[in-house]
């Protein structure tokens, strides 16, 4: 059974994924993860997943057959685990608990070499309601508080496999950027009795200079402070806590924008590696005044120098300034 | 002039590097640093460095000529300027100051091809001091607040040049992480009066499953909850807040000590790429009860999967038990 564990000087969770427990000659040093030709992704290899929980289908077609143009299923090596209680026990100073929760994979699409920026929007948002449907289906288990989603598109960003997929890792715990932003949120408003993304997004509107995009109900800026160059924010004008209590017309109005800026990056930056990651408010908490969903997106470009990682502290060679502007004057 | 710009939400500063501003197709997107064979890190190039800061010599040779055992330099490109005023200012709901601080550099060692894990003891017991040296005189400027010594080994860990060497940031602001380290170990100590590492440490020992090793002075462990498989913190047993407060004898001991950790992952990890970070309290605090100086290493074994850095939540392949078992049991 994987376990959660708490650092107890931070107060970060972590996972040990204990039952695919690395020895040391198996990690990759870098090396390129081997290719097969076989992709358990594609059309007609539907029993080479496990079972699906959700899938979009044209016509009324079989669970596990083709036909499907979203599919979502348990990820096979999956960090956490859907049975068990939670136990969470102390041990002298630290803190643990059995490693509950969901994993899933996402199948964006049928075709193998399709890409979030290549597929057409109707297809993006059928994506983003699979993302919503399941938000509200795990939200019913009563031993999870966050779903995480998130995508690795290209091997420098962490993929493993080819075809086009984004994770839901569905959890316990609050992940801590995510409790660092709530945190942090609830001072402000506390504060101003504003939300702080609004005032962001109001500053961001009026100086233009960030702005990488804009429609009647998103905004798209580089982050006034980013940890990665290029790095970019996706935020609905409308204040929102919770991805999944969007009206119906912003999902098709967000896979109109996302799909466009994601072209602009590949415009910019000739197709780069990238992550991206919703944030929304945790689940078990309703509308929050305070909290404001998004998507950050990272495009991998720099060699990750692992000294950020134990301190936190980031050096930007490119200002959000002139990002937004390559970005904005794309021809897309 | 850099920048240092506060995100409003978190609260992390980071630094904005304009004058070495990259435009989108100066990144590498992964592909390595071509080498030249010109080191200007040797023995003999050292006009090919700004002018010396500090350099360890046998004899009285003059500043930036040979005969040094250890040598200081400025980063020839410093993320930081060390000339002008902080001149902190609002822009709305943001933060931004000068990039006021100091980027230096620590040649190790003249032997182009020497490492950490193969120098004498009593070389690395030189670059401890070096360290040392090197904090006590960033003390004395006013504007600054810490002084973040790091290793980048190996260039998937972000090293740029092969010259064995490590560098110093010193800053106007403290690093999230060791402020984030501070708060949590401040918050046990008004409860407990105790610190939280000292009462690691005790349990540790007396758990000893994840102790890698341990001397009269010194213990190194894996983190009960790290967040790269392998991960190793050394910490002095006796309560010191101040890495450059340590005693004498603590440098030569730990010399000895850290030579031989970075000779245990050497041998169960096949010589791996690494970082590690000095984690020391900040400059203007003086002694602190709650806090404990630590070096943290992390071998750089897995390919970062992005979402990590956006979500703060971290999987680990590998438990900290079984890492400490095989590095203990290392023959080096």
Redesign the interface.
Known sequence: MP?L??????????????E??????E????RPVPKSGFCPFCPGHEDKTPPEILAYRKDDGKPDTGGWHVRVVPNKYP?LKVEGDLDRVGD???DRMNGIGAHEVVIESPGHKDSLSSIPTSQFEEILWTYRDRIIDLKKDERLRYV?I???HG????ATLEHSHS?I?A?PII????S??LV??QA?YNYKERC??C??IR?EIM?SNRVVAENADFIAVT????????EIWILPKEHESNFENCQKHHYENLSVFFSDILKRMDK???F??????L?TAPIKNGSLNHYHWHF?I?P????????E????????????E?AAK?LREAKV
Chains 1, 2 share one sequence.
């Open positions: 376990e564990r708490k650092d107890p000087i931070i107060g970060r969770w972590v996972i040990i994924s204990t695919r427990g690395k020895r040391p000659s990690f990759e040093k870098g960090a002298g100073v630290y995480l998130f995508k690795n091997e420098a960003a962490g994770q890792i959890l992940p801590k950027r995510v660092e932003e942090g949120a402000y702080i993304f005032d962001i500053q100086q982050p006034y402070a980013p940890k990665s160059p290029f910019v930056l000739d780069p590696p990238y992550n991206f990651i944030h950050e990272m991998k470009l720099t060699r990750v120098a692992g000294f990682w134990g301190s936190g502290f980031y050096i930007n060679p490119t200002s959000p002139e390559f």
